[in-house]
């Protein structure tokens, strides 16, 4: 399905028109998601702006209650999970499905846009009570208790036709390793959102090992949930785009069930050497580790499906992005076990590494894959083409050196926070060197954040400038450093 | 991948077997964790194991204001980190403790509806907080104006929970002694609300290392029970 060689011009025409069909019947929800998802990603990287300065500065815009740094900063997580994570894979898994699946989506369109409109609601009015100061201080689940059955709601008009048009066309011979990633987000998402707020809000109270329930929840949701779609849109685009198929079944298989058999053990050791069963943490941390194996696995299927294409990376916005995600996933594996080992994690604890780790996987591989999916999706759902490489590029460079800088100078703050507390001539100090030492970091997260607030308003204007039909009319896909794509005129 | 069944039976028991083991059992079984009673010969204390609760009152503004974003309540053990070891986090507020603060335990948190273990540490752990705590009006102080106690200080100023207004008639007793600085306009004084109350009273409950039944470290408090 990803190259269509020797077939007749007939079948051609055929498939595109079957392809176009396609688009067209998830035109609207997944415009919709995008246009939201890209709105919430700006504001939250407004939020870890202010955040960061609050940490360094708590006296900025002084007397305004609503925006400590304790109410600021689940605010900055939660748009950027749910506000934007969620909602803009949700709308990558619907159209990648109906595509692989060759499935139109027949009918139940407005009841996924409403459920798309009530996911902002509920996500606006728990970020505005979070900084109202009614959360939850439950990491990741910090709105409001009444917010969780809507969200399961939404989610599920979403997954429920995702997972049909996965159901209807299996083929038994079929090698389809993307949709197999979509449907396991599909599936385990709201498993592990359902079994969390049950445990945390429904039960009685679990004291500490409500807290590792809370740490295993956002490590399962990265990796059984954005990594899944961040690895899927990475093995549809990889191979579409290079044109040619994916290097090995075996290691894709083989990727895929590492990560579902591991994925559900790993979270609590971030409470390693706490109060909860030695056991948890210690499972928790060996399979943090172990996760090296599927990463390794499907970044080792990537190198070899991409081996001898790497000049599309120049000209394909796609591929830049999806490639630059590629790479990143690696990057979090190696920082999730890293926090996880007792060996690092012990220095590594409660320090920004944990920060570290949730920007990497949730902003450098899962968000940049999704914005090389966006680029591949949206001409084709909205009729025109990008408007200007130069906008695109912007985007690109702002975010790599952005998330880039957030990632290495967290993880070297944590170190160093690390060092800090577990420096033996600190024992009966105040906490003045770590605040102290730990300030250029965050000041450098401050500037980082405020470049990536830059592009994505960029993102955003450029997103909807292309959702309302104002983008360029041509046949030719707008790709960077081609010549007759720097000079084409804008149609406005 | 043969069919559909059996895919989405894979995906259910590579997911569902932790899910089982990890969250559902011990969800279950933590339950039935109750209080233990100390034994008198052994431990040299009479009542239950823990001792004491938090002020769930007070937690509350604690979790609304999201203190754990920045503050930790959990010892770790010496093998781990130097929390043990850092002065004034247990009981013994000694120049140099004789013995590490012991780690925390399942059962200090009992009766807590979600423990605040922490997201980092940017400020100091507050897991034994209420033995080092200064007294409440200096505790006050801290919160409407932490940069008036350490002028380094990344702490928010928490002057929501604090009301200032005009002072009619003699100074309220409950007003905090604040430097000039950091003080009201002249004519005004700064009370503490319930909330910032109640949020000091949770604040000088936090005591997490009362000895367990059994450990010997309970046989070492014995000669020396707790006063505070």
């Keep these: 399905m990803q190259t269509t060689p020797d077939t007749s011009e007939t079948d051609l025409k055929a498939d595109n028109l079957r392809r176009a069909a396609i688009d067209k019947s998830v035109k609207a929800p997944v415009l919709f998601l995008f246009t939201n998802g890209a709105f919430w990603l700006m504001l939250s990287t407004i939020l870890g702006v202010l955040a960061a300065i609050k940490l360094v500065e708590p006296s900025f815009l002084d007397g305004c209650p609503y925006i400590s740094y304790g109410r600021l900063q689940p605010a900055h997580i939660n748009a950027l999970v749910y506000g934007w994570g969620v909602q803009a894979a949700l709308g990558v898994m619907l159209w990648i499905m109906a595509r692989r699946s060759g499935q139109e989506l027949k009918s139940g369109k407005s009841l996924l846009i409403t459920a798309g409109v009530f996911w902002n609601i509920t996500i606006t009015v728990g970020i505005l009570a979070v900084l109202m100061g009614k959360s939850t201080s439950i990491e990741w689940l910090e709105m409001p208790e009444f917010t969780w059955p809507i969200l399961l709601v939404c989610f599920l008009c979403y997954a429920w036709p995702i997972a049909r048009m996965f159901g209807r066309a299996i083929r038994p011979e079929g090698f389809m390793v993307s949709t197999w990633y979509i449907l396991g987000a599909c599936f385990w998402f709201p498993w592990i959102f359902i079994t969390a707020n049950v445990a945390l809000h429904c039960l009685p109270g679990l004291g500490a090992l409500g807290a590792g329930i809370d740490a295993w929840y956002i490590h399962a949701v990265i990796l059984l949930f954005f990594v899944p779609v961040g690895v899927g849109c990475a093995y549809y685009f990889i191979p579409k785009i290079t044109g040619q198929p994916i290097a090995s079944a075996q290691l894709a298989s083989a990727g895929f069930w590492t990560l579902a058999i591991l994925g559900g053990w790993t979270g609590m050791q971030k409470y390693m050497g706490g109060p909860l069963p030695a056991w948890m943490t210690a499972i928790g941390a060996a399979t943090g580790v172990l996760l090296l194996i599927p990463v390794g696995l499907v970044g080792l299927n990537h190198h070899l499906t991409a081996l001898g294409k790497h000049s599309a990376v120049a000209t394909s916005p796609t591929l830049r992005f999806v490639f630059f995600g590629a790479l990143f996933y690696p990057v979090s594996g190696l920082v999730l076990a890293m926090n996880s080992a007792f060996w690092t994690g012990s220095g590594l604890q409660f320090t920004q590494s944990w920060y570290s780790f949730q920007v990497v996987s949730l902003y450098g591989f899962f968000s940049m894959s999704v914005f090389g999916a966006i680029y591949y999706i949206v001409p084709r759902l909205s009729g025109c083409e990008w408007l200007s490489v130069r906008l695109i590029r912007n985007h690109f460079w702002f975010s790599v050196y952005g998330i880039s800088t957030i990632v290495i100078m967290s993880l070297v703050a944590g170190w160093q926070q690390g060092a800090d507390m577990n420096n033996p001539e600190h024992w009966d100090q105040n906490f003045m060197n770590h605040v102290l030492n730990s300030r250029p970091y965050v000041v450098s997260r401050a500037v980082a954040w405020a470049l990536i607030s830059f592009s994505n308003l960029m993102f955003l204007l450029h997103l909807l400038l292309m959702v309302v039909g104002l983008g360029r009319r041509s046949s030719a896909p707008t790709l960077l450093y081609s010549h007759h794509d720097e000079h084409a005129p804008a149609h406005a | ?228």
């Excluded at chain 2, 503050?71 to 781990?80: E, F, G, K, N, W």
């Design chain 2, 1 to 228: 991948m043969t069919n559909f069944r059996t895919f989405i039976l894979g995906l259910a028991a590579s997911f569902g077997l932790p899910w089982l083991c990890l969250i559902v059992i011990p969800a279950l079984t933590y339950q039935q964790l109750t209080p233990v009673a100390y034994d008198k010969d052994a431990d040299g204390l009479e009542g239950y194991y823990p001792p004491a609760p938090i002020n769930g009152q007070g937690q509350l503004v604690y979790i609304r204001e999201g203190c754990n974003q920045c503050h930790t309540q959990m010892i770790r053990p010496v093998q781990l980190g130097l929390d043990g070891w850092y002065k004034g986090w247990g009981q013994d507020q000694e120049q140099r403790a004789a013995t590490p603060v012991r780690p925390t335990e399942l059962r200090d948190y009992l009766g807590e509806k979600y423990a605040l273990l922490g997201v980092q540490r940017v400020g100091p752990d507050l897991a034994n907080y209420g033995w080092r705590a200064p007294a409440a009006a200096q505790l006050h102080q801290h919160l409407y104006a932490p940069r008036s106690v350490n002028d380094w200080s990344s702490m928010p100023a928490y002057s929501n929970l604090y009301k200032v207004q005009k002072i009619q008639g003699p100074v309220s007793k409950h007003a905090l002694v604040l430097p000039k600085k950091f003080g009201p306009p002249s004519g005004y004084e700064v009370v503490p609300t319930p909330e910032a109350e109640s949020l000091v009273q949770y604040l000088l409950s936090l005591k997490k290392d009362y000895p367990v039944p059994g450990q010997s470290a309970a046989v070492a408090a014995a000669a020396e029970p707790a006063k505070k």
